[in-house]
């Protein structure tokens, strides 16, 4: 899969997120921080906060689900949104008690 066509979504931000995207970048990733479509670049690896991704999809999404609060309406809302994001290819990154939770509320 070509870096352009991958987008990393999260939750919200934190010492996890920074330290992936700053990995990315050592590795030289061209990586772009999604803020709107009219500075969306296609060539670049992306990255976004779910909320700022919403009604947008991607061909292939990675979601990393960073916020392991209770399992409130806006935090399924959430995972809901990033999962529906991904048109062709979808890959969840999450804490195994997350995922728990998540199985269980489901």
């Known amino acids: 899969v070509s870096e352009h066509k991958v987008v990393i ?8 997120i920074k330290n992936l995207i700053n990995s990315l970048i050592n590795k030289k990733y ?3 921080k ?3 479509l009219n500075k ?5 690896l992306t990255y976004s906060s ?4 919403r009604g947008l999809e991607a061909d292939h999404v990675i979601l990393i689900i960073n916020n392991r609060s209770e399992l409130s309406a806006q935090y399924l809302s959430d995972i809901y ?3 529906t994001r991904a048109r062709i290819n979808l ?3 999450c804490h195994e008690e997350c995922m728990n939770n998540l199985l269980f509320k489901l």
């Open 9 to 16: 979504l999260y939750q919200q931000m934190d010492y996890f």
């Open 30 to 32: 061209n990586i772009f």
């Open 34 to 36: 999604f803020i709107s």
């Open 40 to 44: 969306c670049n296609e060539s670049y």
């Open 50 to 53: 779910v909320a700022n991704f």
């Open 81 to 83: 949104i990033g999962m």
């Open 91 to 93: 890959m969840v990154l």
